[in-house]
């Protein structure tokens, strides 16, 4: 299960390990439970932890934008690796996404 | 005959320039679920790491290779249980002069790339389309990318341009 932070009205989850095929299912299943039981709270990704992601994970986190957005509620990403962001670029998802440095940036622009 | 020795001796010359330029890993077999997606980049990531490929172009490859796997796990075997013993990919990595490429072999469902739709993430925002993003991730990562099917084979090369490489 993800470790999550609940701040005011805003949740973050914290990811991790490498954002392939293999686990991209799982954190998939595991964020639409946090988000089932959460559905009043904006969420947080925070990816200090992750490594490394293919359009397996990227597919993860449209999938969670789409489910937020239906419940009136923002997605924000923060601490990308720069392997992470370079396959936002290569896609040109930058503009679809808010992204920040830090997690404490994305708090403040909550 | 002295034009022919000429002939045979510019020949010889010319393969083994060609020859002494390429280097190659062994072609392993995996069994094509997902499962076994992070051992199949592991092994790439060795591969090119003895070839001494610069990292940037590693990872760009990994990501490409992850790509091509992910697809042929996913769609190629998708009529076959994971149990199945058909399900096999063929993994070799090879350099030739300037060029890193990795083959990846499949007897499964052929799909030529080519025929894959553009990403469209509005698409998946409004639910129409899940995925998409990884033939395009493939194609931006490499310099090339050849598909071919014959003999019950479908067979994907990945090409990347990469200046400066030694041989093992």
């Avoid at chain 1, 925070?46 to 993860?60: H, K, Q």
């Avoid at chain 2, 790439?44 to 790509?67: F, G, R, S």
Wanted: hydrophobic letters at 45%; one cysteine or more; charged letters at 25%.
């Amino acid at each position: 299960m993800l470790k999550t932070k609940q701040v005011n009205t805003d949740l973050v989850i914290y990811l991790k390990g490498r954002l392939d095929v293999h686990l991209s299912t799982e954190v998939e299943k595991d964020i639409q439970e946090i988000i089932n039981r959460n559905s009043d709270a904006s969420l947080i990704l925070n990816l200090a932890d992750v490594e490394y992601m293919s359009s397996s994970g990227l597919r993860v986190l449209v999938a969670t934008m789409r489910l937020l957005k239906a419940n009136g509620k923002a997605l924000k990403l923060c601490n990308l690796n720069q392997a992470v962001l370079k396959v936002f670029e290569v896609v040109e998802l930058m503009d679809m996404f808010d992204i920040y440095e830090t997690e404490e940036s994305a708090l403040e622009n909550v | 005959m002295q034009v022919q020795n000429l002939n045979l001796t510019i020949l010889l010359y010319l393969s083994l320039k060609y020859w002494s330029n390429m280097a190659s890993s062994v072609i392993r077999d995996f069994h094509a679920v997902i499962a076994q997606v992070p051992e199949i980049k592991l092994y790439v990531e060795n591969q090119l790491k003895i070839l001494y490929i610069p990292e940037e172009i590693i990872q760009d490859m990994i990501l490409a290779t992850d790509e091509a796997v992910t697809n042929i796990v996913m769609h190629a075997y998708s009529d076959l249980s994971d149990s199945d013993a058909g399900r096999i990919l063929k993994v070799q990595v090879r350099t030739r002069r300037n060029i890193v490429e990795i083959l990846l072999k499949d007897a499964g469902r052929p799909f030529d790339l080519k025929h894959a739709p553009a990403p469209d993430v509005l698409k998946n925002l409004n639910g129409e389309r899940r995925g998409g993003f990884g033939v395009f991730l493939m194609k931006t990562l490499t310099d090339r990318i050849h598909y071919f099917n014959g003999d019950g084979w479908n067979c994907i090369a990945l090409f990347k341009k990469c200046s400066g490489l030694q041989r093992s």
